[in-house]
């Protein structure tokens, strides 16, 4: 008698299980599934803010054709095209809004779609939920396909809604559709620039730090490429965000430069397939340093190695605020010149600009701040944090001091944004004394960014699966202090974000109420989380 065995199916359907595909319909289910709501967030975010530019453009900036003529000189003849423009065709309101926030949203879909394939990649090798998928029958590029199949679909349906948004603000149905288009094309090349930035490092935060490194060339080029003529010169063309604008929307459209981002595109996609051929999984194409055999005598408390822990943060942070804040602070002079109704009819404008962009540095210090707790939650949910706690170091004092480095940090890098704004302004205003100014200004508004820093450290306590809330508060501060004057929302909900009690003008207004009610609040936040801490189970890893 025999026995006839038939070859063994693939649980996933009728592909052989040696396919390097294989299960990559339930790879971007399950990705699109976990990705629900920071998607959807993201999607919203961007849409929303559409009509909410444009209706503050237009009521706040530029809502007369006097104030509009003015504005759109500027951009033309000032630094302002580095972080806009350039302004293409007649000027209207919908020109202008085009030049002052196009780039805004160009580089949102750029940032989502690098947090998005670096998520569903390399950050589950280093977890090894790639892994405990793999042992499945799931091909070897199953989980890089199915992160960019998600991306595909985030992309088109961001250019659907900000196509949406934008006919709500008065653009011809093929104007709006090539502004949704031209954000979806970034989004594709940066998703494919993750895709590879993830096969070279072993650390998702690496691989995102490598993909903003990318961001900000690009960007960088086209802020110089703009400044080599009126329409964007040659160094606009080595940019995709320069390709994107350069689709001339309501100025002689052209859909031809989105092509180049097509090519880009596929090109990085096609390389990150090849790199992920030549690796292990969990591994990198770059391998990690050997650390030392012994850690130097400085290492051995707790406060120095949440130090060496951060230091690369701090210090790629603190590199970006540099460029970012003398770049600022260079468009000061222009600003003197400028009569526009954004800034009171008294004020002195290139002061008013420069309180302006103190308040902005508050707000990308409020980023670092909550990036830096949430990364003490990764640290814990990745198993790293039991190994020091089984040693002689409590909850309280690892607590205290990963929290007492970044308040640092929170201190140390407004002071460096506000010398690098305040040498750009003293640069082109020849006012040395502006400097000085602004550092000091740049200062007082630490309280707010320890409130924004108590807030997710209060979650890693109490609620440390809720870590993402944080985000909410940090946008929510900000969106109602930035646009809550031209909304007319009223007093009482204008004072419910953390960033509205300290005084903008004059510059460096010293409020001390309320920066001891500030420091108090953060110091209440701070200890609940601790309290949280020490009464919870830490994650298993």
């Known amino acids: 008698m025999t026995t006839t065995v038939s070859p063994a199916r693939s649980r996933t359907g009728s592909k052989p299980a040696g396919s390097h595909l294989t299960g990559t319909g339930a790879m971007v289910r399950l990705a699109l599934r976990r990705d629900r709501v920071k998607l959807t967030l993201w999607l919203v975010a961007i849409t929303a803010l559409v009509p909410r530019f444009y209706y503050a453009a237009v009521t706040a900036v530029v809502p007369t054709p006097e104030a509009l003529a003015e504005a759109s000189q500027m951009i033309r003849v000032s630094f302002m095209r580095v972080l806009g423009g350039p302004l293409f065709g007649d000027v209207t309101t919908r020109s202008y809004f085009l030049a002052a926030y196009w780039v805004e949203f160009l580089l949102a879909a750029a940032i989502m779609n690098i947090m998005l394939v670096t998520r569903h990649t390399r950050a589950e090798e280093q977890t090894g939920r790639a892994e405990l998928v793999r042992a499945a029958v799931v091909g070897r590029h199953a989980q890089l396909t199915a992160a960019l199949i998600a991306a595909l679909i985030g992309n088109a349906a961001l250019a659907v809604l900000t196509t949406a948004a934008t006919i709500s603000i008065g653009f011809p149905f093929g104007s709006a559709l090539l502004f949704g288009a031209s954000l979806a094309a970034v989004g594709l090349v940066f998703a494919g620039v993750a895709a590879v930035t993830a096969q070279v490092t072993e650390h998702p935060r690496g691989a995102n730090g490598l993909a903003g490194i990318v ?22 063309w080595l940019s995709p965000i320069g390709w994107s604008q350069q689709t001339r929307v309501l100025a002689g459209e052209r859909w031809w430069p989105l092509g180049l981002s097509a090519l880009v595109a596929a090109l990085l996609v096609a390389g990150a397939y090849s790199l992920v051929s030549r690796r292990d999984l969990g591994a990198s194409l770059v391998a990690p340093r050997p650390g030392r055999a012994s850690a130097p005598s400085w290492l051995r408390s707790p406060f120095t190695l949440a130090l060496r822990l951060q230091q690369g943060a701090i210090a790629g942070w603190g590199a970006a605020f540099v460029a970012i804040g003398f770049i600022l602070g260079a468009m000061t002079g222009g600003m003197e010149q400028t009569n526009l109704p954004i800034f009171a009819a008294d004020a002195d404008f290139g002061r008013a600009w420069l309180s302006l962009m103190v308040f902005t540095g508050s707000l990308y210090t409020g980023a670092f701040a909550v990036l830096s707790v949430i990364r003490l939650r990764a640290e814990e949910v990745r198993g790293r944090i039991a190994p020091v706690l089984a040693g ?7 607590y205290w001091s990963s929290l007492l480095v970044t308040a640092l940090a929170v201190v140390v890098l407004p002071v460096v944004y506000g010398a690098a704004l305040g040498i750009g302004a003293a640069v082109s205003t020849g006012d040395l004394g502006l400097a000085g100014e602004v550092v000091r200004a740049s200062l007082i508004r630490a309280p707010e960014v320890l409130v924004l820093l108590a807030v997710p450290a209060a979650l890693l306590g109490l609620a440390p699966r809720a870590m993402n809330a944080a985000w909410a508060v940090l946008v929510y501060s900000g969106f109602i202090q930035i646009l809550g004057p031209y909304m007319k929302l009223p007093d009482w909900l204008v004072n419910t974000s953390v960033l509205s009690h300290l005084p903008w003008h004059p510059m460096g207004a010293f409020a001390p109420v309320a920066t001891v009610v500030l420091l108090a609040i953060a110091a209440v936040l701070t200890i609940l989380g601790l309290y949280g801490l020490r009464r919870r189970d830490l994650a298993s890893g």
């Open 215 to 236: 961001l900000v060339t690009v960007w960088l080029l086209r802020g110089a490429g703009a400044m080599q003529g009126q329409e964007g010169g040659p160094l606009f």
């Open 392 to 398: 002689p170091t409590g909850r309280p004092t690892w």
